[in-house]
């Protein structure tokens, strides 16, 4: 299985994320992650671990807003430049005032627009994370150009991931959506589909592909009642305009283990054998895992196994997307059983 990864996600380091409650932690979503996956992936007969070709930013723009990438580009040296007397480091940046919904005026100052653009308080700007982001993203286009080229299954290594990311803003650990951006790439060499089965709902990705029909996302996650993203991926929303019925969530109680699991999944596989994809985008996060931190779930490492080897029934050529996932010990082993499923 050819498998694109980057030694450039290491320039992306947070130093901490703010947790519920404001507490302040050292962020989860380490390099160590990726490193983790790679070691792993070595010890595998089948891996070949290629370098991603850039795409430059074309790919990118087509499905995020211009101004968040330009934003994401420049924000970390502009609030370098930023003089103030306060005593904090500025390891990275996070903003502390965000719009509701309704208020939509876009201010030019950075501490401005970075609660215009940012979320939440789990995806810091530093230093590196833009070249991080971009070699992510190429990643998955690299991915998504071999399974174009006929190639039956491919391995993204994205790091950072993408899935919280809108198509105007950064959240959750998510800063580019490379499975977005590959499947939009896909979209245009054939019918697409999008599956993600991280734990959490996978927010950005509905927001890109909302109103569209030519992309069928499916999300099976945490419910948001109770699990972070909280204001998206509920049962009752199937898409907007052109798009509608052609987004499904599967929200899922905590608990859920590897049988409820894979009843949800045997669902959303029929919506895209109904749909007739001839491409499929996963974005593969391993926060499904009983043993992860974040996750409240109980799917165990055969089970995802079994999870790989029920979207191979599909027999639809796959791009896997790395998501979440932050159980590190067990992190390696769990998407090796996932990726085996498609050999
Ligand atoms: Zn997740």
């Known amino acids: 299985?050819?498998?694109?990864?980057?030694?450039?996600?290491?320039?992306?380091?947070?130093?901490?994320?703010?947790?519920?409650?404001?507490?302040k932690v050292p962020n989860f979503e380490v390099p160590e992650r990726a490193e983790r996956i790679?070691?792993?992936?070595?010890?595998?007969?089948?891996?070949n671990i290629l370098v991603p070709e850039d795409f430059g930013l074309g790919p990118i723009l087509n499905v995020h807003d211009n101004g968040y990438i330009e934003f994401l580009r420049t924000a970390y040296t502009e609030w370098l430049q930023i003089e103030t007397d306060a005593p904090y480091e500025k390891s990275a940046l996070l903003p502390a005032t965000f719009p509701p919904a309704s208020w939509r005026h876009k201010p030019e100052t950075l501490l401005g627009r970075a609660g215009y653009y940012m979320s939440d308080l789990s995806a810091p700007i530093t230093a590196g994370t833009y070249l991080a982001a971009l070699a992510s993203a190429n990643c998955a286009l690299s991915g998504a150009k071999a399974i174009a080229d006929g190639e039956k299954s491919a391995f993204a290594l994205c790091r950072p991931p993408g899935h919280?990311?809108?198509?105007?803003?950064?959240?959750?650990?998510?800063?580019?959506n490379n499975a977005a951006v590959a499947a939009?790439?896909?979209?245009?060499?054939?019918?697409t589909a999008l599956l993600d089965i991280d734990y959490h709902a996978g927010n950005g990705t509905q927001d890109i592909f909302y109103e569209r029909a030519d992309v069928l996302?499916?999300?099976?996650?945490?419910?948001?009642?109770?699990?972070?993203?909280?204001?998206?991926?509920?049962?009752?929303?199937?898409?907007?305009?052109?798009g509608i019925g052609f987004h499904h969530?599967?929200?899922?109680?905590?608990?859920?283990?590897?049988?409820?699991?894979?009843?949800?999944?045997?669902?959303?596989?029929?919506?895209?054998?109904?749909?007739?994809?001839?491409?499929?985008?996963?974005?593969?996060?391993?926060d499904l895992f009983?043993?992860?931190?974040?996750?409240?779930?109980?799917?165990?490492?055969?089970?995802?196994?079994?999870?790989?080897?029920?979207?191979?029934?599909?027999?639809?050529?796959?791009?896997?997307?790395?998501?979440?996932?932050?159980?590190?010990?067990?992190?390696g082993e769990n998407i090796v059983a996932f990726l085996e499923a498609f050999q």
């Open 217 to 242: 996302t499916i999300s099976i996650h945490a419910d948001p009642d109770y699990e972070y993203p909280y204001f998206c991926g509920y049962a009752d929303e199937h898409g907007a305009g052109v």
């Open 1 to 23: 299985m050819l498998v694109f990864y980057s030694a450039t996600h290491q320039q992306h380091h947070p130093p901490f994320e703010i947790f519920d409650g404001g507490e």
């Open 290 to 331: 009983g043993g992860d931190p974040l996750g409240k779930f109980k799917v165990t490492k055969p089970g995802i196994h079994q999870i790989g080897l029920e979207i191979t029934n599909l027999n639809v050529s796959s791009l896997i997307c790395m998501e979440g996932g932050y159980n590190n010990a067990a992190l």
């Open 38 to 47: 790679l070691t792993a992936l070595r010890q595998t007969t089948w891996a």
């Open 249 to 286: 969530n599967f929200p899922l109680p905590a608990g859920t283990d590897t049988t409820g699991y894979l009843k949800s999944l045997s669902s959303a596989l029929q919506l895209i054998k109904s749909f007739g994809a001839k491409y499929l985008v996963i974005s593969a996060g391993m």
């Open 184 to 191: 939009n790439w896909l979209s245009e060499q054939g019918k």
């Open 164 to 176: 919280h990311a809108g198509k105007a803003g950064c959240a959750g650990y998510c800063y580019i």
